[in-house]
């Protein structure tokens, strides 16, 4: 088993900054700490795996072919591999995520990305459940405000305090890029 932590990075692209769309996200430190969490990887030669989603939507940011689809710059065509996705889960892309894993002994996963509560959480509660040890790096994502079924905001800094809560010691361990990146010094 290989003790090299995997750094999965979801959907760090471009269409999330569209406010118009999306809102506005509540943490503007998303993509600085993500992108320390990647540069900490690169420079300890630690594995990387990209995530991107490609909304079914033809007028979601995120849909393939709008500039939004596109990763954001430091990630960008940088060699990493990279799973196409189109639902919540990365472990349902293309190349398949837990055959990747798996064919290099992988067990340990670092989360980060765009959105926490959907496809970031989704993807830890589904690595929980296969059996990964799996941090989540919870000020290296970001979310937006929800509107419930009643009609009320859900605002998005709470969204984010709920999926620490759904996570933490029951499908991954939930840190600070400080304390991830201080885990791998």
């Known amino acids: 088993m290989s003790k090299a932590p995997v750094l999965l990075v979801i959907d760090a692209q471009q269409g999330f900054s569209d406010s118009d769309y999306w809102g506005s996200g509540v943490n503007p430190k998303a993509l600085e700490n993500i992108k320390a969490l990647v ?10 795996v990209v995530v991107k989603h490609n909304s079914k939507d033809p007028d979601s940011p995120l849909f393939p072919g709008n500039a939004g689809n596109r990763l954001v710059d430091f990630l960008h065509d940088k060699g990493h591999p990279v799973i196409q ?9 293309t190349p398949d995520l837990r055959l990747l ?77 400080a304390e991830q990146l201080a885990q791998i010094s």
């Open 85 to 93: 996705k189109s639902v919540n889960s990365a472990f349902y892309g």
């Open 101 to 177: 894993l798996d064919r290099h002994n992988h067990r340990q996963l670092v989360i980060c990305g765009i959105t926490t509560n959907f496809c970031c959480e989704t993807t830890a509660r589904m690595a929980g459940n296969l059996g990964f040890q799996t941090n989540f790096v919870i000020d290296a994502t970001d979310a937006f405000d929800l509107v419930s079924k009643d009609g009320s905001v859900i605002p998005g800094a709470e969204v984010m305090r709920m999926t620490a809560a759904n996570l933490d010691g029951e499908f991954a361990s939930v840190l600070t890029t």
């Open 39 to 48: 540069e900490a990887w690169r420079e300890k030669g630690l594995p990387i």
